[in-house]
């Protein structure tokens, strides 16, 4: 079983898992525009992986 991260996969799937974490995690403090502002976040940081994820064949 390989241990790389499918971007192609993540990413996608990032912001309802966030909206869940969130909820979950800290029901008081959760709004939906926290929780896509944190997705959008967490969106441009695995993007910036992509490329080199591309080449080596995902996300180690």
């Known amino acids: ?12 799937a990032t912001p309802a ?8 995690a800290m ?3 959760y709004t939906p ?3 896509d502002r944190i997705a959008a976040d967490i969106v441009a940081r ?3 992986l992509r490329p080199s994820a591309e080449q080596s064949g995902g996300v180690r």
């Open 1 to 12: 079983m390989s241990t790389a991260l499918d971007l192609n996969r993540v990413i996608p």
């Open 17 to 24: 898992a966030v909206h869940r974490a969130l909820r979950t």
């Open 27 to 29: 029901p008081d403090v």
């Open 33 to 35: 525009e926290l929780a």
């Open 46 to 48: 695995l993007e910036q």
